[in-house]
């Protein structure tokens, strides 16, 4: 643990709160197996000495904002989770105003679970390009931030060699395992309608059978929702009660995206989502 | 009575009730443990602390078909839901025995739950005492232990060369094979395990029904249904038909409090609409209102599922030394 970036973070977190320009402070403290990091709420100077930051700390904290529009709030963001806030700015979710940025120069989160974690650095931290956030109010930077070299996609390259059938085999024996719980879902900073499609009673878009068929529908329908805005952090994955691999199915749509329309999600606030514009000549091989 | 198994009786035993019965046992599947029927023993394994969801999902599947109603040459027909054969599970701990027994309370409650009736009555329990304790098991502290005996039909504990079953009742007497001895060795003693304070823990919810502790536990909280789906004592459903031109079905479906519709009733009213209502509603059912409606333990059996499943560590143990904190201090 890196005693002196943890002071930056509680030394701002304790200014915020005390001149009262936030109403409180997300963050991360110590979990119940005195290991791993779990999401906290300050509201108290004094709460702010419980703070931490390591790289047990996985959750993206952004998703909490979408509870806490009406009050302005302080969050904690690792350099992947700053494209959430872009994310949710685009799409007009929270307002720059109501939020104060503490961006936290990121070394990488490595595998956890409860009472457990390992050595390896997580796969999206392999690939991450990013020293800093892309938007902060505040910086907490101690050590020197060095960024591995991984290539992105390597995942969706190695399935995209297999036949559609193989293709096809493998996601229908890893959806009949979910169990249709929504952490996916809950977790995800992405998914934040009022009324979900799979929860629509009229029209029924989906049964409530928690079976093969439904769990499809349900799998396809979330990854598409997500098509050009997930960010990646792939906390759907590291939720899932089933070890379900969602974020392979991420990357693909993502991958597909950025060879459409050279974009990915995020990396500007004022850059329109491609799936949620259209351009007239975009035709997409309709009528080529 | 306690009769000895050796390691290859054991396995001639369970490929002949694989053979006669449903068996249910762990299996591995990927990097989870699963309750699986197998049709082969070398499909089970006896390698794990405890399965990654728990076995209520036999009794209370994910989703069941409770009767159809299909059209028979003009004549409607209704065909209720039946297992093919008698079950057995095998290899469930005793904490999930427990938890087994507990959902007894509303589903055999007058007038009893027909589906559930059926696989109750249909199958017997093989249970695996534990040797070992999890880091997240606190089965003492609710009334249960690592060899509690009390809500199984066979209770295998392993030795060293091989296993100890105490018959607990006649339907486990019948399903074991005749040939084995009776053991006069002396069972080995259970893991220690961590004790979790909840006496009179159902006084303190009720006193701290307002408490403002709801609303902030719950900020962390994402209102997944992980917790209720990896419970073995969370129980609450949906249920729906389906039609279509020759058949109708009617389809109950695992459901949980933490979901924003769970409470949404006719015209759209919801009554339970905050995250601090929705969380305490968990802990309350489990807490206070089980324990109060079916005159049985707390809902709780201490299995620690929850408290590894939770992706924010929501902890059961963590809530009772809260609430019980509180009490004591007359509220936040």
Same mark, same amino acid.
């Given at each position: 643990?890196?005693?002196?970036?943890?002071?930056?973070?509680?030394?701002?977190?304790?200014?915020?709160?005390?001149?009262?320009?936030?109403?409180?402070?997300?963050?991360?403290?110590?979990?119940?197996?005195?290991?791993?990091?779990?999401?906290?709420?300050?509201?108290?100077?004094?709460?702010?000495?419980?703070?931490?930051?390591?790289?047990?700390?996985?959750?993206?904290?952004?998703?909490?904002?979408?509870?806490?529009?009406?009050?302005?709030?302080?969050?904690?963001?690792?350099?992947?989770?700053?494209?959430?806030?872009?994310?949710?700015?685009?799409?007009?979710?929270?307002?720059?105003?109501?939020?104060?940025?503490?961006?936290?120069?990121?070394?990488?989160?490595?595998?956890?679970?409860?009472?457990?974690?390992?050595?390896?650095?997580?796969?999206?931290?392999?690939?991450?390009?990013?020293?800093?956030?892309?938007?902060?109010?505040?910086?907490?930077?101690?050590?020197?931030?060095?960024?591995?070299?991984?290539?992105?996609?390597?995942?969706?390259?190695?399935?995209?060699?297999?036949?559609?059938?193989?293709?096809?085999?493998?996601?229908?024996?890893?959806?009949?395992?979910?169990?249709?719980?929504?952490?996916?879902?809950?977790?995800?900073?992405?998914?934040?309608?009022?009324?979900?499609?799979?929860?629509?009673?009229?029209?029924?878009?989906?049964?409530?059978?928690?079976?093969?068929?439904?769990?499809?529908?349900?799998?396809?329908?979330?990854?598409?929702?997500?098509?050009?805005?997930?960010?990646?952090?792939?906390?759907?994955?590291?939720?899932?009660?089933?070890?379900?691999?969602?974020?392979?199915?991420?990357?693909?749509?993502?991958?597909?995206?950025?060879?459409?329309?050279?974009?990915?999600?995020?990396?500007?606030?004022?850059?329109?989502?491609?799936?949620?514009?259209?351009?007239?000549?975009?035709?997409?091989?309709?009528?080529? | 009575?306690?009769?000895?198994?050796?390691?290859?009786?054991?396995?001639?035993?369970?490929?002949?009730?694989?053979?006669?019965?449903?068996?249910?046992?762990?299996?591995?599947?990927?990097?989870?443990?699963?309750?699986?029927?197998?049709?082969?023993?070398?499909?089970?394994?006896?390698?794990?602390?405890?399965?990654?969801?728990?076995?209520?999902?036999?009794?209370?599947?994910?989703?069941?078909?409770?009767?159809?109603?299909?059209?028979?040459?003009?004549?409607?027909?209704?065909?209720?839901?039946?297992?093919?054969?008698?079950?057995?599970?095998?290899?469930?701990?005793?904490?999930?025995?427990?938890?087994?027994?507990?959902?007894?309370?509303?589903?055999? *409650? &007058?007038?009893?739950?027909? @589906? +559930?009736? $059926?696989?109750? !009555?249909?199958?017997? =329990?093989?249970?695996?005492? /534990?040797?070992?304790?999890?880091?997240?098991?606190?089965?003492?502290?609710?009334?249960?232990?690592?060899?509690?005996?009390?809500?199984?039909?066979?209770?295998?504990?392993?030795?060293?060369?091989?296993?100890?079953?105490?018959?607990?009742?006649?339907?486990?007497?019948?399903?074991?094979?005749?040939?084995?001895?009776?053991?006069?060795?002396?069972?080995?003693?259970?893991?220690?395990?961590?004790?979790?304070?909840?006496?009179?823990?159902?006084?303190?919810? *009720? &006193?701290?029904?307002?408490? @403002? +502790?709801? $609303?902030?536990? !719950?900020?962390?909280? =994402?209102?997944?249904?992980? /917790?209720?789906?990896?419970?073995?004592?969370?129980?609450?459903?949906?249920?729906?038909?389906?039609?279509?031109?020759?058949?109708?079905?009617?389809?109950?479906?695992?459901?949980?409090?933490?979901?924003?519709?769970?409470?949404?009733?006719?015209?759209?009213?919801?009554?339970?609409?905050?995250?601090?209502?929705?969380?305490?509603?968990?802990?309350?059912?489990?807490?206070?209102?089980?324990?109060?409606?079916?005159?049985?333990?707390?809902?709780?059996?201490?299995?620690?599922?929850?408290?590894?499943?939770?992706?924010?560590?929501?902890?059961?143990?963590?809530?009772?030394?809260?609430?019980?904190?509180?009490?004591?201090?007359?509220?936040?």
């Amino acid at each position: 643990m890196d005693s002196e970036l943890i002071q930056q973070i509680r030394n701002q977190a304790r200014s915020l709160l005390e001149s009262g320009e936030v109403k409180g402070i997300i963050g991360y403290e110590r979990a119940s197996d005195g290991l791993t990091a779990r999401p906290f709420f300050a509201y108290e100077p004094a709460a702010v000495e419980r703070l931490i930051f390591d790289e047990t700390c996985t959750h993206n904290l952004t998703k909490y904002l979408l509870n806490k529009k009406t009050e302005k709030m302080a969050v904690v963001v690792k350099p992947c989770d700053s494209r959430t806030i872009n994310l949710l700015l685009n799409e007009k979710q929270i307002r720059r105003d109501m939020v104060f940025v503490m961006g936290v120069a990121c070394p990488g989160v490595v595998e956890t679970s409860w009472n457990h974690k390992d050595g390896t650095l997580q796969a999206r931290c392999k690939i991450c390009q990013l020293v800093e956030p892309l938007v902060y109010d505040f910086l907490a930077r101690h050590e020197a931030v060095e960024r591995p070299q991984g290539e992105p996609y390597r995942d969706v390259q190695e399935m995209e060699t297999k036949s559609v059938t193989e293709r096809k085999d493998f996601w229908v024996e890893q959806f009949e395992r979910c169990i249709r719980c929504y952490a996916c879902r809950q977790v995800c900073p992405g998914c934040y309608c009022p009324e979900c499609f799979v929860e629509q009673l009229d029209p029924l878009w989906v049964g409530i059978r928690i079976a093969p068929k439904e769990n499809e529908l349900w799998q396809i329908m979330r990854a598409f929702h997500l098509a050009g805005r997930c960010i990646g952090c792939d906390e759907c994955e590291h939720v899932c009660p089933v070890n379900i691999p969602l974020s392979l199915l991420n990357h693909k749509l993502e991958k597909e995206v950025k060879e459409l329309f050279d974009f990915q999600a995020g990396l500007n606030p004022e850059e329109q989502p491609p799936l949620t514009t259209f351009k007239k000549e975009e035709r997409l091989g309709f009528e080529e | 009575m306690n009769l000895y198994i050796s390691r290859g009786d054991l396995t001639r035993w369970l490929d002949q009730l694989c053979r006669e019965r449903i068996l249910l046992a762990p299996v591995r599947v990927q990097e989870l443990t699963l309750f699986q029927p197998v049709s082969k023993v070398e499909e089970i394994t006896l390698d794990f602390g405890n399965t990654t969801l728990s076995p209520k999902g036999w009794f209370l599947p994910p989703t069941e078909a409770l009767f159809s109603v299909q059209d028979n040459d003009g004549q409607s027909q209704l065909v209720s839901s039946i297992i093919e054969k008698d079950a057995v599970i095998f290899g469930l701990r005793p904490c999930d025995a427990k938890g087994i027994a507990l959902m007894d309370g509303p589903f055999l *409650r &007058e007038p009893s739950d027909t @589906p +559930y009736q $059926e696989r109750r !009555a249909r199958t017997s =329990l093989i249970g695996l005492s /534990c040797r070992q304790a999890q880091p997240e098991c606190f089965c003492t502290s609710m009334g249960s232990a690592p060899n509690d005996s009390s809500h199984v039909d066979i209770l295998l504990t392993e030795i060293e060369n091989g296993y100890i079953a105490q018959v607990i009742t006649k339907k486990g007497k019948a399903l074991l094979p005749k040939a084995l001895v009776k053991s006069e060795e002396a069972l080995p003693s259970p893991p220690e395990l961590q004790t979790v304070p909840v006496k009179e823990i159902t006084l303190a919810v *009720r &006193e701290l029904f307002n408490d @403002p +502790y709801w $609303e902030q536990l !719950a900020d962390r909280c =994402l209102h997944c249904n992980v /917790c209720a789906y990896v419970c073995p004592t969370c129980y609450c459903f949906d249920m729906r038909d389906y039609s279509n031109k020759e058949n109708l079905e009617r389809v109950r479906s695992w459901d949980s409090c933490q979901s924003i519709g769970f409470s949404r009733i006719a015209g759209g009213y919801n009554p339970r609409t905050t995250k601090g209502a929705r969380l305490r509603q968990r802990f309350a059912h489990k807490l206070l209102y089980f324990p109060e409606e079916f005159q049985q333990d707390i809902a709780c059996v201490g299995c620690g599922r929850c408290i590894k499943s939770c992706p924010v560590n929501i902890d059961i143990r963590e809530t009772m030394s809260d609430l019980k904190r509180l009490e004591v201090k007359g509220g936040s």
